[in-house]
């Protein structure tokens, strides 16, 4: 199998973008916040998938089912992919394969091997169209939408991708007066210079960009960051590592103070942090 297979080339059907049905629009009727799930080096958040190494249940696998449930009485959850690394899909591999149940949303991009492997078990995947420019909004009901977008484009003239930069990026908005009023942003790994039309809102919930990673740092990212809501908080999902995750200077002092670490929820017996909006 070539080494830069085009992922696509396993994935069952291209998402229609203006037709996506990540959440059953009967039951799911607000949006409370996120939920930072401990899964190592990696990250995992609401039902999203992921963790590789340091993995918290290294030495029970049956245990991250119980932490990272997939499976409710409607179904399965529904998973966006940020990107296909392994750190961002792995535990819906061997250690939760129930994930591979519901329904995904991934980047076209180049993968592994081992990642091609692993698409072709999903049941059912929808590849995020390489056409579509604008974010895809999703009406959640309330005050609340989720708004997903590419970072990058997939080239095939290309034979390398920094996956981390051309994944999907998530962002929570909360709407006052008929304007974004806070937001929450999912990064995955990308650089914030990457990630196109960011909210002009106060920033009120984040996830540490590529597990706290301080390459890719720009202006972006010093921007929205400086622009935080009084109840800003944040998360580090990591676990041990030789990259040097997190760095913790890098959100000094405003946001670093009052952060959380998936480590912290380990030490603590719980599965994960959440970010509420209240
Ligand atoms: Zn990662």
New binding site residues.
């Given amino acids: 199998m070539d080494d830069n297979e085009d992922i696509a080339e396993t994935v069952t059907a291209e998402a229609d973008a203006a037709n996506l049905t990540l959440f059953d629009g009967e039951t799911v009727t607000g949006l409370r916040g996120i939920r930072v799930f401990d899964v190592g080096?990696?990250?995992c958040i609401g039902l999203l998938d992921?963790g590789l190494m340091d993995h918290p249940d290294e030495a029970n696998p049956n245990a991250t089912a119980e932490r990272l449930p997939v499976s409710y009485e409607g179904g399965f959850a529904s998973i966006v992919l940020t990107?296909w690394?392994k750190?961002?899909y792995w535990s819906a591999n061997k250690k939760n394969p129930e994930a591979q149940k519901g329904e995904w949303l991934v980047p076209r991009q180049m993968a592994s091997p081992q990642a091609v492997r692993f698409a072709a078990e999903l049941d059912r995947a929808k590849c995020w169209p390489e056409n579509r420019d604008a974010p895809v909004r999703l009406d959640i009901g309330g005050r609340w939408d989720i708004e997903i977008r590419k970072c990058g484009k997939f080239s095939k003239k290309k034979l390398t991708e920094d996956r981390?930069k051309t994944g999907l990026a998530v962002t929570l908005l909360e709407w006052r007066a008929q304007q974004v009023d806070t937001y929450m942003l999912l990064p995955?790994?990308c650089p914030f210079h990457r990630i196109p039309s960011l909210p002009s809102a106060e920033l009120r919930g984040l996830v540490a960009y590529?597990?706290g990673a301080r390459k890719g740092w720009t202006h972006k990212t010093s921007a929205a960051i400086a622009n935080f809501h009084t109840k800003h908080e944040m998360v580090y999902s990591y676990g041990e590592n030789d990259y040097g995750h997190p760095d913790r200077t890098s959100y000094e002092p405003n946001w670093n103070e009052t952060a959380r670490t998936t480590g912290e929820a380990r030490a603590a017996g719980e599965k994960g942090f959440d970010i509420r909006w209240k």
Avoid: E, Y
Wanted: no cysteine; aromatic share 0%.
């Fill in positions: 080096q990696g990250d992921g990107h690394d750190d961002h981390n995955g790994d590529h597990h």
